[in-house]
């Protein structure tokens, strides 16, 4: 608007209620050119239009406010794009790689991704983790080498819930310990809460480990639950399962750590 159209403007009722030109020309002090030539530019624009009466009426035109949509009173929070089982694997490995293994003190490691073996058969129903670290590690005051194969079973945010621990079980058995890994975004922390509740009571029962995070790949927001309890499996078990699981190059490393 120009200066002079917000001036006539500004002087016509704000509830859309009329008044009459003459009235409006009286409060300006205009001449009737004047009036006239910003009068109607504002009706051309759409600010303005007319009404019967004495006079001539003029209102504002008040455009209706968009209704609401039900269950919108307020603003949502923002809910986090979902991230896929398979997009968590690599970001899993790395911390698995660097900071866990670290954290944790391991010597000599090997982090393998198990679950992108295709139709491989690796031993029936939940036979296949996620993801396997084996370790070899030495203390200095008990004799000899000790060897830990530790599997991960990974769970994205909507596909949380106690078959995880009992999918961690399952490999357990040719393990020394098995964890669930579990997506769990800050946005749907609350919201998981009971799930999580249940998961970890389950876990403790058997012996299950249990992380979560919040952040894919960045160690500062991992969480150690529920520590997993260490077992012997059956040697022969635990050798199927290698030879199911790791590749031929992996395999042979882990040879020469017993050299």
Known sequence: MTEEEQQLYD??????????????????????????????????????????????????????????????????????????????????????NQEWAREKRLERWIVHTTARQGRRDTGGRWSRPDLVLATQSTYPYVPGRHFDVITFEVKPSDSIDVTAVYEALAHRRAATKAYVVLHVPDANAERLNDTLTEVYSEAKRHGVGVIIFNQPGEFAGWEEMVEPIRQEPDPRRLNDFLTNQFESTQLETILRWFR
């Open 11 to 96: 002087r016509v009722p704000l509830d859309g209620s009329t008044i009459t030109n003459p009235e409006l020309q009286r409060q300006l002090g205009w001449d009737r050119d004047r009036y006239w030539n910003v009068r109607n530019a504002l009706i051309d624009r759409g600010s303005l239009s007319v009404a019967r009466g004495r006079g001539g009426l003029v209102f504002r035109v008040i455009l209706p406010e968009a209704p609401a949509q039900a269950g919108a009173l307020e603003p949502q929070p923002e809910v986090p794009p979902q991230i896929r089982e398979d997009d968590l694997y690599q970001p899993i490995s790395a911390v698995l």
